[in-house]
């Protein structure tokens, strides 16, 4: 499994962006995609996933009502829509897959397929 992570950049407070995650995979669509973030000097902490019928997702707390996370499987990809930004959203943002979300939301250390990380910086 191959996934490829874009989307990142420099905003500023307030403003919204859209991540994507484009899955190489032969049996793609057996997977959940979720997306995870690590600032500075911190450890890599989940954001969200979505299952890969796109029927259940999941959410960290901080960032409910502000990120929405969704999936095309015919372009085999999965987005993460950011809105209303925070200084504290900054961090190289990750995505990954595995076999349900409940794996990529309580046992991250068991993930073996990750993208490449890509930057978001929000400026205050």
């Known amino acids: 499994v191959q996934l490829q992570a874009s989307g990142g950049g420099l905003v500023q407070a307030g403003d919204s962006l859209r991540l994507s995650c484009t899955i190489s995979?032969?049996?793609?669509?057996?997977?959940?995609v979720g997306w995870f973030r690590q600032a500075p000097g911190k450890d890599r902490e989940f954001v969200a996933a979505i299952s890969y019928s796109g029927g259940s997702t999941t959410y960290d707390d901080s960032v409910k009502g502000r990120f929405i996370i969704s999936g095309d499987t015919a372009k085999k990809t999965a987005y993460l829509r950011m809105s209303s930004l925070k200084p504290e959203d900054t961090a190289v943002y990750y995505c990954?897959?595995?076999?349900?979300?409940?794996?990529?939301?309580?046992?991250?250390?068991?993930?073996?397929?990750w993208g490449q990380g890509t930057q978001v910086t929000v400026s205050s």
């Open positions: 990954a897959a595995d076999y349900d979300c409940d794996i990529l939301e309580h046992l991250p250390s068991m993930i073996s397929n």
């Open positions: 995979a032969r049996d793609f669509r057996t997977y959940a």
